[in-house]
Each structure stands twice: as structure tokens, then as C-alpha cells.
């Protein structure tokens, strides 16, 4: 593939502006300046420099976000800074699409990539991956509490009763509960028709992926393909 359109593939600007990058000298790779922006060059595995940036050729682009508090999951935000804003500037002109949404107030995994088959599979009832939440409760867990998430409950607008995947009291105030669905604030509702109130939100995990310890709020990380079998709970 010649090199303006890799450039292009991977979010630098228009082929034009991708040849103008090569041809100002911004674009090395194996640490040597290019200067042929038509130079054929096989994509795949392919390490490049943009303006003193190393970058990875993707043919497409999945990441993992830690969302941090006060961030709206949209590309049209309306009255916080969109998580897109989080993004270096070729991802975000790659079009990547977040798979589901998080409140604005809601921290933790988000994944963005532009292959809609993975927002697909992700979201889809049948395959019913589970996502993974830490809730800070407003009044104490109990017993009752985790049997009526577990045995389901009525939310407005809902034919049939929302059941959790799995709840877990962590601490006092603290619960572990997985659903599969991503209705409209699917979890507030469901710990308000439970009787209680989400005081804080917390993603800690996508089918078998979860939030590296690492991965401080606001930052990102590129998914391998491991990452990618667990996210959709691949057969090992
Ligand atoms: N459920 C909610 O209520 N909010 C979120 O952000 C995610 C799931």
C-alpha cells in the first residue's frame, strides 16, 4: 500500500494532507525520514513516526477507555466534554463508535472501535455478554436486595421482569452485579425498583475483560486479539 494512504487509513488527514505530511519531513519510519509519500509498503506489523509520535499500522482500531466521571459518551455532548475529547486526534478521525453507552457520571470500561460487527455481537441480547459493575449503594445492601435483583425486577417501559446475571454484597454499601442488557440506565433503575439508590457507578468488566489496575481514568489502551476473544467470550 503506498504510504500517503496508509497515513490516511490510520487517521492522519486527507490523502493530500497525508502526502504533505511525508513531504515536510513529519513521517519516519525505522527512524529514517520519508520523503516519498508513494512508496509501496506492506501495512501489516508496520511501526511509523508522525511528528516524533510512534504509531502501530491497525487496520482497525479497537480500544479500551477508563472513563472518568463527568464525561458524556456522545459526539454531540451537551453539557460535559465528550470521552472522545480523551482520544489522540487520528483515532477520533478514524470514527471510532463506543459499544454502548455510560452515564456521564458512570467511570470505567468503555470500548470505542469501528468495526460494527463487535457493536453488534457486544450488544445483542442473544449473545448476552455480561458486563460487570461495581455499585455504591446509598442504603446498606441486604439479602432482600440481592434476591429481587436476582429474581428480577419491574422497570417502566419493560414487558417482562429485568433479572441480573449476578450480584454479590462486597460491603456494606457495596455490590458486584453483572446484567446483560444495556437498557436506558439499566442499573439505576433496577437498584431503584429494588428499593435503593446508586450513589456511584463503576464498569469494572466486559464478558471476560477487565479494567487493568493500570489503566488510570482517562487514559487508553489498544485491545489485542486475547483481549478481543475475552471482550466477546470466545471458547478458549
Ligand atoms: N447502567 C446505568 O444505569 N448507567 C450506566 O452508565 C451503565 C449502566
Known amino acids: ?75 454531540k455532548p451537551k453539557h460535559h466534554p465528550s470521552v472522545f475529547s480523551l482520544l489522540p486526534t487520528p483515532l477520533r478521525e478514524r470514527g471510532v463508535q463506543a459499544v454502548g453507552r455510560l452515564d456521564e457520571d458512570t467511570t470505567g470500561m468503555l470500548i470505542l472501535t469501528e468495526d460494527g460487527q463487535l457493536i453488534h455481537q457486544l450488544s445483542s441480547p442473544k449473545r448476552a455478554i455480561p458486563k460487570v459493575y461495581q455499585v455504591t449503594l446509598k442504603h446498606p445492601a441486604t439479602p432482600e436486595l440481592v434476591s429481587a435483583l436476582l429474581a428480577g425486577v419491574e422497570l417502566h417501559d419493560e414487558p417482562a421482569p429485568v433479572v441480573a446475571a449476578g450480584c454479590e454484597i462486597i460491603e456494606e454499601c457495596l455490590l458486584r452485579l453483572t446484567i446483560t442488557g444495556g437498557k436506558y440506565h439499566q442499573v439505576k433503575r433496577m437498584i431503584g425498583a429494588a428499593g435503593n439508590r446508586v450513589e456511584a457507578l463503576h464498569r469494572n468488566a466486559i464478558g471476560r475483560l477487565e479494567l487493568p489496575t493500570d489503566l488510570a481514568p482517562g487514559k487508553w489502551r489498544w485491545l489485542s486479539d486475547t483481549d478481543l476473544a475475552a471482550l466477546r467470550c470466545d471458547e478458549a
Open 1 to 75: 500500500m503506498q504510504l500517503d494512504r496508509i497515513l490516511q487509513s490510520q487517521g492522519f488527514g486527507s490523502r493530500k494532507e497525508c502526502r504533505g505530511l511525508v513531504r515536510h519531513g513529519f513521517v519516519r519510519i525505522g527512524g529514517e525520514e520519508m520523503d516519498d509519500p508513494f512508496v509501496e509498503l506492506d501495512p501489516q506489523g508496520l511501526e511509523f513516526e508522525v511528528d516524533g509520535e510512534l504509531w502501530q499500522y491497525r487496520e482497525v482500531a479497537y480500544l479500551m477507555l477508563h472513563k472518568p466521571g463527568g464525561y458524556e459518551v456522545s459526539h
